[in-house]
């Protein structure tokens, strides 16, 4: 007297003249419950990824990018189907791309996370610090490798610093001017 969720195939054949019917009719209750439980995870994880603070990336073991967020797409200045493949390259600041695109494929082909500050120049021309870190992770039972990572925005850090290393030459000048002083006064 219990439902259950069912898949059922029915087919026919004629023998002299006679039509004879078989029917089978399987229980995919279990494979249902996987389905929907996989179903939410990945609304989970898409959850996640969209609404997380730091862009979220995802390549292949070649280190050509599967995936990119939001986050990281507005960070780069592109469109997310801009950052796929090696696309991604694209939007590292001229005077970072050559750095840490070798240190990218140092870290490939050791099968090593990395980690480092560098800029991602805007169409618009804005220059936007980060911190990009990557891992190795397998991607499949078969054993292929790709990496995920994360890049954070540090542009109010790196500037708050340059001010910080401002104020402190403005103010070790200072100190010098007035020792020079008083040592001129005091001769």
């Known amino acids: 007297g219990d439902f259950f969720a069912a898949e059922a195939s029915i087919s026919h ?3 002299n003249g006679l039509r ?6 399987r229980d995919v209750s279990e494979r249902q419950k996987y389905e929907e439980a996989l179903a939410a995870s990945e609304a989970r994880f898409r959850t996640l990824a969209e609404n997380a603070p730091v862009g979220i990336f995802h390549t292949d073991g070649a280190g050509d990018c599967l995936y990119v967020n939001s986050r990281w797409a507005d960070m780069a200045g592109m469109r997310l189907n801009e950052a796929m493949g090696e696309g991604w390259t694209r939007a590292l600041h001229p005077d970072d791309r050559g750095r840490v695109y070798e240190a990218w494929r140092a870290a490939i082909g050791a099968g090593a996370p990395f980690q480092g500050e560098f800029r991602f120049l805007r169409p618009d021309g804005r220059e936007t610090w980060v911190l990009g ?12 490798r790709g990496y995920i990572g994360t890049t954070t925005d540090i542009t109010e850090r790196k500037l708050q610093s340059a001010v910080l290393e401002q104020a402190k030459q403005e103010a070790e000048s200072a100190a010098r001017a007035k020792s020079l002083f008083l040592a001129n006064m005091s001769h």
Do not use: E
């Not at 004879?20 to 009719?25: F, G, N, T």
């Not at 870190?133 to 292929?144: E, M």
């Open 13 to 15: 054949v004629d023998v």
């Open 20 to 25: 004879y019917y078989a029917a089978i009719v």
């Open 133 to 144: 870190h990557f891992v190795p992770v397998q991607l499949n039972s078969y054993g292929d």
